[in-house]
């Protein structure tokens, strides 16, 4: 469905949000990677209007900076003092008005708080109010418990004729389960003249943008209300039992689309990803695993149980299990876990594993090497074929500076080694147990630390940590030996 490109979409995001109990400003929480007024503007785009216009009021400078950020191409009116919803459009119009802006054709009305509205929905509001021909059409949704919500309020043809406030509706008006979402398709011109009439005389003494329904009408203008197939998409958030409520559905509805789309889903209520997430056909995700920002899954990869990845590329046919993994590359048929870290800056190229309590920090891993166990790697650069010993650590910090190893192709370093950066191992060399590598090696060479070779110091316990369980364990020992002796 295309419609006509409307003047503009206005959104209210100037109320302050108290029940969130936050600092952050309400519209600024964020579900599925996304904040909740980046939500809604990712659904105004939908309508490519000619202005996008956001009113702010509480939170300001928080919500601009943020919008600089997200959606540099929206404008702010500021609305000082939250009067009603009606008072906040009229900033919006007075802003653009200001701008030598007319507003001609139509123009859409949403909150920053309803993050599950989809731009096809406004899509397909605007079809209907430019097909009906309205002054004011209102999106509206039946909804299992309408309490606290504006009412549409119908004639006894079904005729719309106007929205109820909760706190003025009556008690007939308060069984009505359809309710005003809070979103509009406008025709401009008459939202920017009817504005400039709305009353403050109702419960909460605001200019209410719903009265302009019966103004409208009064005038003789066609309105409607049309409402939405599913409910959840004009749900609002207004406390953090709603933000987990929402963020559900949304997660749901993504993993939904990523399972049509081939992906497999072991266990959907422990499996969380965002937005911007990709993920490749016949990839498994098993349970307990979260997928954040830019993360991409290739085809046949493997990720989880229980893996929290974020802005990480897993390769196709990957394996990665038990990991937490942020601003990563993992290879084509690389395997990670269980209990891996990878940090920013790790690249891991195609079959290359980093093993069991392995820890690897901007640092390159050629095709096909291996960091089996027990490993820190910091700073390196490891060519093809090579293999990191059980327990080694890359020393890249000397307190002040970082410095980086070099570890050529088909090397071998042994087990619990020290490599002890800025250091240079080249191509086929090896290294014995437990050597401190602080010398460059030259290819073919076998590294190993002669100063490092064992000395037994005999009695030494006995004699420096007497009464101690140690010595008397040592004792004992002896006396066995003594013992077998005669
Ligand atoms: C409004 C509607 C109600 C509808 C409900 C849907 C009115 C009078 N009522 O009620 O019919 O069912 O939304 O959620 O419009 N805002 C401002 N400035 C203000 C007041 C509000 O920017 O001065 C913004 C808020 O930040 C929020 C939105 O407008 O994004 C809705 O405001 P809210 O106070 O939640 O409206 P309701 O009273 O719930
Ligand atoms: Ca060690």
Redesign the pocket.
């Known amino acids: 469905m295309s419609v006509n490109r409307p003047a503009a979409v206005i959104v209210?995001?100037?109320?302050e949000g108290t029940r969130m109990k936050s600092k952050l400003p309400k519209m600024l929480h964020e579900i599925g990677g996304r904040s909740m007024l980046g939500h809604v503007l990712t659904g105004a785009r939908e309508l490519d209007p000619q202005h996008l216009v956001v009113?702010v009021?509480h939170g300001r400078d928080q919500i601009r900076s943020h919008l600089e950020e997200v959606a540099p191409e929206v404008t702010t009116a500021v609305?000082e003092e939250?009067?009603?919803?009606g008072?906040?459009v009229r900033m919006a119009v007075e802003d653009l008005a200001a701008r030598g802006i007319e507003l001609s054709g139509t123009v859409v009305l949403t909150?920053?708080?309803t993050p599950l509205l989809r731009g096809s929905t406004l899509v397909e509001l605007v079809a209907a109010h430019e097909k009906e021909g309205n002054a004011l059409t209102a999106l509206s949704a039946r909804v299992p418990d309408p309490h606290?919500?504006?009412r549409i309020v119908r004639d006894a043809d079904g005729e719309f004729t106007g929205?109820v406030?909760h706190a003025d509706a009556t008690p007939e008006q308060h069984a009505i389960d359809e309710?005003?979402?809070?979103m509009y398709a406008f025709d401009g011109a008459l939202l920017a003249e009817v504005v400039q009439r709305l009353s403050t005389d109702n419960a909460k003494g605001?200019e209410?943008?719903?009265d302009a329904v019966a103004l409208l009408r009064a005038d003789g203008h066609r309105v409607g209300a049309w409402a939405a197939d599913d409910w959840h998409e004009v749900q609002?958030v207004n406390n953090r039992v709603q933000l987990s409520e929402a963020r559900r559905v949304l997660n749901d509805r993504l993993l939904a689309e990523h399972m049509l789309a081939g992906v497999t889903v072991v266990d959907p209520a422990t499996t969380w990803v965002d937005v911007q997430t990709t993920i490749g056909r016949d990839v498994l995700l098993e349970p307990g695993t979260r997928l954040r920002g830019a993360t991409t899954v290739g085809e046949d990869a493997v990720v989880g149980p229980r893996a929290d990845l974020k802005d990480t590329v897993v390769g196709a046919g990957a394996e990665v299990r038990e990991t937490t993994a942020d601003g990563a590359e993992i290879g084509p048929g690389a395997t990670v876990g269980p209990y891996t870290y990878l940090r920013p800056g790790t690249r891991l190229a195609e079959r290359a594993k980093a093993g069991a309590f392995v820890e690897v920090k901007n640092s390159n891993v050629g095709t096909g090497s291996k960091i089996p166990h027990l490993t820190y790697v910091g700073d390196a650069d490891i060519g093809v074929g090579s293999n990191i010993g059980c327990s080694s650590v890359f020393v890249n910090y000397d307190g002040v500076n970082k410095s980086r190893s070099v570890i050529g192709d088909h090397v071998r370093i042994g087990s619990d080694n020290t490599i002890v950066a800025p250091v240079h191992v080249g191509d086929g060399a090896y290294s014995g147990a437990g050597t401190v590598v602080r010398d460059d090696v030259p290819p073919g060479a076998l590294a190993v630390s002669e100063g490092h070779r064992q000395r037994n110091v005999e009695g030494w316990t006995r004699r420096k940590r007497p009464g101690t369980p140690s010595a008397e364990a040592a004792e004992q020992a002896d006396r066995h030996r003594a013992d077998d002796k005669q």
């Open positions: 209210l995001a100037a109320g009113v009021g609305q939250q009067n009603g919803t008072h906040a909150c920053g708080d606290g919500y504006g929205i406030e309710i005003n979402s809070g605001e209410y943008v719903t609002g």
